[in-house]
Nanobody, 124 residues
Framework: QVQLVESGGGLMQAGGSLRLSCAAS????????MGWFRQAPGKDRDAVAA????????YYIDSVKGRFTISRDNAKNTVYLQMNSLKPEDTAVYYC?????????????????WGQGTQVTVSS
């Protein structure tokens, strides 16, 4: 069992930056991949970024490439999502997930555990 707790969400103006954190406890090494998802009102929950255990493989959706960076600190069992140049369309509840990477560069991520989510709101 893995428990995930997100933090760092909030309200930001367009063009600003936020850093989300996700602290894992339990047995996080059993689910070595980590990912961030987001869900806007009335929409499906979509993957945003994923990272392998070593951090050597990362994946981003096209709309966040060059703006968001996923990273992890295994000594702290924490994964981060640095979000720069935020846009109003980034507004969503962001969820951390622990799971499994596959494919080239963690391009396929299968979540097994979820955090409770943190709200990110970007104003224009």
């Amino acid at each position: 069992q893995v428990q995930l707790v997100e933090s760092g969400g909030g309200l930001m103006q367009a063009g600003g930056s936020l850093r989300l954190s996700c602290a894992a406890s339990g047995r996080p090494f059993n689910t070595p991949g980590m990912g961030w998802f987001r869900q806007a009102p009335g929409k499906d929950r979509d993957a945003v970024a994923a990272i392998s255990w070593s951090g050597g493989n990362t994946y981003y959706i096209d709309s966040v490439k060059g703006r968001f960076t996923i990273s992890r600190d295994n000594a702290k069992n924490t994964v981060y999502l640095q979000m720069n140049s935020l846009k109003p369309e980034d507004t969503a509840v962001y969820y951390c997930a622990a799971g499994y990477c596959s494919g080239s560069g963690c391009s396929t991520f299968q979540p097994a555990y979820w955090g409770q989510g943190t709200q990110v709101t970007v104003s224009s």
